[in-house]
């Protein structure tokens, strides 16, 4: 990759950055079209993390990407949402455009292409039970909503978190039913009627974690079951779902998706799917 005073500048903000593979799937597309373009990561601490907006779009970066745990606390921080992502109250993807920042949220979209294209997948009509509801677990109650889910269970350790996306829901997508519950409590039950179960907190990320966010007891036949989490690629709470039947999709597809929308906000091209999953993959053998 060359880098020179032409080079156009996107990153990502987040904490920690350890796991994150977006610079090497970016990097990769960019390298693949001849784009003049590179991204770069940034471990910003909660008390850097408010200037580190404007010190990226004073270095004139085009655009860059937020990630956990700021997603929610970047709401603030620019001049202009899109009507989606004023819907979610998260943000994944910053536009820089005439000095302005524009927020958009890319994993709405990402989610929903992953379980259409990948996993074949239709949610309109299904009980779906969610562990979660930071800013990525917004994004799929959107998603969800936008798709026409009939029921949805909200799942979270901090209940002010899930109640707040019962009100996003209540609010935008008044046709589904939705609910929330301890992630702590007993889920067998809720999780047992669920068509499609996905997980949304980070617990099973790194390779050799066998740590599960809820217990698979009630798996079964019929349902699919979903991770965030792309590190591993089949997380334990994945291989434990397909031993019972479960069908499963994993986070990469999502993750490889919104990674490509956000792309072309930034550049206005088209990114080369294909490489840029490659690449990832890649990472993830070699962690
Ligand atoms: P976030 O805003 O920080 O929210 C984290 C959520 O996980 C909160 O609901 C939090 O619960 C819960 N949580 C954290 N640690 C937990 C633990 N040890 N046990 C139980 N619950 C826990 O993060 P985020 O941006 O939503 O990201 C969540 C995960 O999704 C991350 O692993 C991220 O990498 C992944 N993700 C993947 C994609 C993709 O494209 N595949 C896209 C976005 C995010 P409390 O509210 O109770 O603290």
Same mark, same amino acid.
């Given at each position: 990759?060359?880098?020179?005073?032409?080079?156009?500048?996107?990153?990502?903000?987040?904490? #920690?950055?350890?796991?994150?593979?977006?610079?090497?799937?970016?990097?990769?597309?960019?390298?693949?079209?001849?784009?003049?373009?590179?991204?770069?990561?940034?471990?910003?601490?909660?008390?850097?993390?408010?200037?580190?907006?404007?010190?990226?779009?004073?270095?004139?970066?085009?655009?860059?990407?937020?990630?956990? #745990?700021?997603?929610?606390?970047?709401?603030?921080?620019?001049?202009? /949402?899109?009507?989606?992502?004023?819907?979610?109250?998260?943000?994944?993807?910053?536009?820089?455009?005439?000095?302005?920042?524009?927020?958009?949220?890319?994993?709405?979209?990402?989610?929903?292409?992953?379980?259409?294209?990948?996993?074949?997948?239709?949610?309109?009509?299904?009980?779906?039970?969610?562990?979660? %509801?930071?800013? !990525?677990?917004?994004?799929?109650? %959107?998603? /969800?909503?936008?798709?026409?889910? !009939?029921?949805?269970?909200?799942?979270?350790?901090?209940?002010?978190?899930?109640?707040?996306?019962?009100?996003?829901?209540?609010?935008?997508?008044?046709?589904?039913?939705?609910?929330?519950?301890?992630?702590?409590?007993?889920?067998?039950?809720?999780?047992?009627?669920?068509? /499609?179960?996905?997980?949304?907190?980070?617990?099973?990320?790194?390779?050799?974690?066998?740590?599960? #966010?809820?217990?698979?007891?009630?798996?079964?036949?019929?349902?699919?079951?979903?991770?965030?989490?792309? /590190?591993?690629?089949?997380?334990?709470?994945?291989?434990?779902?397909?031993?019972?039947?479960?069908?499963?999709?994993?986070?990469?597809?999502?993750?490889?998706?919104?990674?490509?929308?956000?792309?072309?906000?930034?550049?206005?091209?088209?990114? #080369?799917?294909?490489?840029?999953?490659?690449?990832?993959?890649?990472?993830?053998?070699?962690?």
């Amino acid at each position: 990759m060359r880098i020179d005073g032409r080079t156009k500048l996107t990153g990502i903000i987040g904490y #920690p950055l350890e796991y994150s593979l977006s610079p090497m799937i970016h990097n990769a597309g960019f390298e693949h079209i001849n784009l003049n373009w590179c991204y770069l990561p940034f471990k910003v601490r909660e008390s850097d993390f408010a200037r580190s907006f404007d010190g990226l779009a004073a270095l004139g970066f085009k655009g860059f990407n937020v990630t956990m #745990p700021y997603k929610e606390a970047s709401l603030k921080l620019v001049d202009e /949402l899109d009507d989606l992502t004023k819907v979610v109250g998260a943000i994944n993807t910053v536009v820089v455009k005439d000095e302005r920042l524009i927020g958009h949220n890319t994993d709405v979209e990402g989610f929903l292409l992953a379980l259409r294209e990948k996993a074949d997948y239709d949610p309109q009509g299904k009980k779906v039970f969610m562990a979660g %509801a930071g800013g !990525a677990a917004r994004a799929v109650a %959107a998603a /969800l909503g936008r798709a026409g889910v !009939a029921r949805l269970v909200v799942a979270n350790r901090h209940p002010e978190r899930a109640d707040s996306i019962k009100g996003l829901m209540e609010k935008h997508f008044s046709g589904c039913e939705t609910s929330t519950v301890s992630l702590t409590g007993s889920l067998d039950k809720e999780i047992a009627r669920a068509d /499609l179960v996905v997980n949304a907190t980070p617990v099973g990320l790194q390779s050799d974690s066998s740590e599960l #966010p809820f217990s698979v007891a009630e798996a079964h036949q019929g349902q699919l079951y979903c991770d965030l989490v792309y /590190l591993p690629k089949e997380t334990a709470l994945l291989r434990a779902a397909r031993s019972r039947g479960a069908e499963t999709l994993g986070g990469l597809a999502m993750l490889v998706l919104q990674a490509a929308l956000a792309f072309s906000l930034w550049t206005g091209v088209e990114a #080369p799917l294909q490489v840029m999953e490659a690449a990832a993959l890649k990472e993830i053998v070699r962690n």
